[in-house]
């Protein structure tokens, strides 16, 4: 597939504005569409402003309990993440419960937490419907793709698990559910949810080291019960490069397509192992997410397309915005300039689409991917027999 027929982009004012109040992601999604719009991609696609999630909806997988202590917290307006900047001990963390629901550390209370949970939740949600409705072929979400947090605690900068609830969504009308995860963290909170489940198979490229959150993600993860077989996970060295991850992807996922036979399509596009994202793990330039992508559309199915991680705002928008291109027929160059905008002073000193990668040596030797690769294909013979 060329180019997707029917393109929706989840987004709205409000839901940019939601999303930017994340403390690790500040400011990152006005970046990424201002970017978008930048190169005029938005009129090759429909815009659907998401609507904010209720109770109801986020219920489908959280606890009531977790939900209620979410939203009294950020209705008490507390900011444990400023009183941890400001030194400060406060007894409101004991009071409300925040510890045993993950609510502190990486995911404290922060003014703007109810409507980021909202609208993540929402827009993944609406991008989901769109595909059982018929009414689109792809559909992104670059606000979703919070993949850690657990039914009653929240993890990794994750207060809900939007795309848990978009799988749920899509599973209303789609019999098999492939779920790829390319962010630099195993997605344990989407494995966890659909371990036992023989129509969601979730395939996970990440990095996974002693120490290294979230501590999981081994190849010893294959799902359980009914769900044996269906966790499938490629842990990578330091420095993994283009070649590395897309030899991977390319050998793993004929497998899968041919083994599992999805109906529908999620994948988690956080891009934190680019070379130029603070963590400085994975040597990854666009062109690792561009042709999974490329290959993804090309199987031709209602296909989900989620956010994550991602800590460099400008790099973050650089692949972000060229994968939109690619969804709409339109991939930009590394070599693009970088048009006139708002955050322009940001892409200095090229001004340039590129996303270089560095001198990192790639610690993934041939005879260990393939092993990992081998592993995978036993895991999928098994299973399929």
């Not at 109801?56 to 009294?72: D, Q, T």
């Not at 999981?216 to 070649?243: T, V």
């Not at 692949?319 to 708002?342: N, S």
Request: glycine letters at 10%; a negative charge.
């Amino acid at each position: 597939m060329d180019r997707a027929q029917r393109v929706i982009l989840v987004r709205s004012t409000e839901s940019i504005q939601a999303a930017d109040r994340l403390p690790p992601n500040t400011g990152r999604a006005s970046r990424v569409h201002a970017l978008i719009d930048a190169f005029g991609l938005a009129t090759h696609m429909e815009i659907v402003a998401p609507e904010p999630m209720p109770d109801s909806g986020l219920a489908v997988f959280h606890s009531e309990e977790y939900i209620a202590h979410l939203f009294a917290a950020a209705d008490g307006g507390y900011s444990s993440y400023n009183s941890q900047e400001d030194g400060e001990e406060s007894d409101t963390d004991e009071e409300l419960g925040l510890e045993h629901f993950g609510l502190v550390h990486d995911c404290a209370v922060f003014n703007g937490m109810e409507m980021h949970v909202r609208y993540a939740a929402g827009g993944t949600v609406a991008g989901a419907d769109a595909l059982v409705r018929g009414s689109a072929d792809v559909a992104i979400h670059w606000e979703g793709g919070r993949h850690h947090c657990k039914p009653a605690k929240a993890a990794g900068f994750c207060y809900i698990n939007d795309v848990v609830l978009g799988i749920l969504s899509l599973q209303t009308r789609f019999e098999r559910i492939l779920y790829i995860d390319l962010d630099l963290h195993h997605g344990d909170g989407v494995q966890s949810a659909f371990q036992y489940s023989d129509r969601v198979m979730t395939l996970s490229i990440h990095h996974y080291d002693r120490g290294f959150y979230p501590n999981s993600g081994g190849n010893y993860d294959e799902g359980k019960g009914r769900g044996a077989g269906h966790s499938l996970n490629i842990p990578l060295c330091r420095g993994a490069s283009d070649d590395t991850f897309i030899r991977v992807f390319l050998a793993v996922t004929k497998s899968v397509l041919a083994t599992f036979a999805p109906s529908a399509v999620v994948v988690q596009c956080g891009c934190d192992g680019l070379a130029g994202d603070p963590h400085k793990v994975f040597n990854l330039t666009t062109d690792a997410f561009a042709r999974p992508l490329k290959t993804v559309l090309g199987w031709g199915l209602p296909t989900l397309l989620l956010g994550g991680g991602g800590y460099s705002r400008p790099d973050s928008a650089r692949c972000w915005t060229r994968l939109t291109g690619i969804a709409c027929g339109k991939d930009i160059p590394a070599a693009a300039e970088v048009p006139e905008h708002g955050f322009l002073n940001e892409y200095a000193p090229a001004f340039d689409m590129a996303s270089d990668g560095t001198l990192m040596t790639d610690e993934n030797d041939g005879e260990a991917i393939d092993a990992a690769v081998r592993a995978i294909q036993k895991i999928l013979h098994i299973q399929g027999q």
